[in-house]
């Protein structure tokens, strides 16, 4: 069957007119069929080209069960609305190397019921950056230490039992201040920050939590970690810390620890009681920044924003670089 349409690739873009149809393609090459469409024009094979055209035809499968997430060829929506952030960004990537989408489609999902801006825009940031996993449901996995009874460390009253679903907190009892690195809320963060804060006969559990439930990624500890109003534990981690307690090295490790001393300001549910490292973390923390700084300007200079979405970037561009400015005083 023929093809009647037009076309003309001009280096990284291409423009396509249909004339059955009339629907015009304008593509760049960070569509997700990028490749496979330029190796049918050199090859002369145009039979589903369109198909290929359409975002829609290579990801629909993806959202299907998930009713308020559309793919189309404009980009990702949400309730009828287009969403352009990092990780809409990356489910788009995902797809064009055929990667499957289906648990960050979920995650995106249950963020997008998250009342928080800035967890929405950064909280699949910080989980790429730390390396913490997606499950399929769209949750993911961070990690805590507690102590030889699994209860936390700051009040002993937190059960954090394998299994058990942790009390929710009203969210807007839970600190989100970014500045305020010790404060009201449930914790949890990355391996390295959970492996901070273990102390001997403690335990490193994995726990569960919705994207919906997170409110604050704050400031110290390099952004290790974030604040939640629930989480449920999953498991135990036991690959982390040698257990050989004998040797050298790790006695002098534990004894530190035991000798850290943190001062946590607040009456908060679960602060950890080793969270005063500002000291260790200062450079972690300048790093973090610049990275978010860059990136913001990157948004503001490269994308398509309104005058809100600029007002909004504008006002955390000015708020990051005077902590920034705070920081390397």
Known sequence: MSVAFDFN?????????????????????????????????????????????????????????????????????????????????????????????????????????????????????????????????????AYKAVDENYRDYHTGKVDNSIGKQVDPMPRNMVDDDPNNGCSKGYHAGSIEYAKGFMKRGGHLVIVEIDPENCVMVPHDCGFQKLRCTTYLVVGEYEGLLDNDYDNRKDREYYESLDEFDAKCNGEDDDCDSSCSCEDECVQEQIDELEALISDIKYRIVNEDLNSEELSTLTSELVDLQSELEELQE
């Open 9 to 141: 690739v001009v280096g990284d873009s291409a423009m396509f007119v249909f004339s059955d149809t009339g629907k015009t393609y304008m593509i760049n090459s960070s569509h997700a069929n990028w490749d496979t469409i330029i190796e049918k024009l050199h090859a002369g094979d145009y039979e589903g080209l369109e198909d290929l055209l359409s975002v829609r035809k290579k990801l629909e499968t993806y959202a299907t069960g998930v009713s308020e997430v559309e793919i189309d060829d404009g980009g990702v929506k949400y309730n009828g609305h287009y969403v352009s952030n990092y990780l809409t960004e990356k489910m788009l990537s995902f797809a064009k190397r055929d990667l499957p989408i289906k648990p960050l489609v979920n995650f995106f999902s249950k963020l997008m019921k998250n009342p928080s801006s800035r967890s929405v825009d950064y909280l699949y940031r910080f989980l790429e950056h730390q390396n913490m996993p997606i499950l399929a449901n769209g949750n993911f996995l």
